[in-house]
C-alpha cells in the first residue's frame, strides 16, 4: 500500500467528499472551493494507493485576527480524517506536515480550532505544541476552544 501526502488539485476537489459528506455541508464545501480558486486555502491530502483518506488545510486570511494575521499567524483548518482510518495516528502525520510547510513559509504562529468535547483532536493539538488559549467560545456546533503555536 502506498501511503503519500500531496497537494489537492482543485481539479479533484470533489473527490474530498471520500472523507466528509460534502452533500450534506455544502455550504461549507462550496466556501471551501471559493477559498481555494482565490488562493486563500491550501489543502493536503493523506492518499493510500490513491484513495482519499484525509485532509487538512491552511487558510492565511480569515478576516478575524485570532486566526489569521497577516504574514505572522495562519490559520489549520479541517483536519479529518476518514472515520474507518482514525486513531491510526493519519491526523498526527497530516498535523505534523502542515506544521513543516507552515514553518517553511516564515510565519511565526499557527492558530486552530476545535471543539471542547473532541478530545482525541484536543490532545494531539496540546501534545503538537499548541499550548495557549486564544478564547473559549460557543457557536452552532457547541463549546470551542481556539489554540496557538508558536513556531
Known amino acids: 500500500m502506498k501511503h503519500e501526502i500531496i497537494a489537492l488539485d482543485i481539479a479533484d476537489f470533489n473527490k474530498c467528499g471520500n ?3 460534502m452533500e450534506k455541508q455544502s455550504a461549507l464545501a462550496e466556501q471551501f472551493y471559493h477559498e481555494l480558486l482565490s488562493n486563500n486555502r491550501i489543502t493536503f491530502i493523506y492518499t493510500i494507493d490513491g ?15 485570532d486566526y489569521t494575521i497577516t504574514d505572522q ?13 482514525r486513531h491510526q495516528g493519519i491526523g498526527r502525520q497530516l498535523l505534523h ?14 492558530a486552530i480550532g476545535v471543539d471542547l468535547d473532541n ?19 460557543r457557536d452552532d456546533q457547541g463549546p470551542y476552544i481556539k489554540l496557538l503555536k508558536t513556531l
Open 119 to 137: 478530545y482525541p483532536a484536543l490532545k494531539l493539538y496540546i501534545e503538537a505544541g499548541f499550548d495557549k488559549i486564544i478564547r473559549i467560545d
Open 51 to 65: 484513495e482519499f483518506i484525509g485532509e487538512i488545510s491552511l487558510v492565511f486570511d480569515m478576516k478575524d485576527s
Open 19 to 21: 472523507i466528509w459528506n
Open 73 to 85: 499567524r495562519i490559520y489549520i483548518s479541517r483536519l479529518i480524517v476518514k472515520r474507518e482510518y
Open 97 to 110: 506536515f502542515a506544521i513543516e510547510k507552515i514553518k517553511e513559509m516564515n510565519y511565526e504562529e499557527i
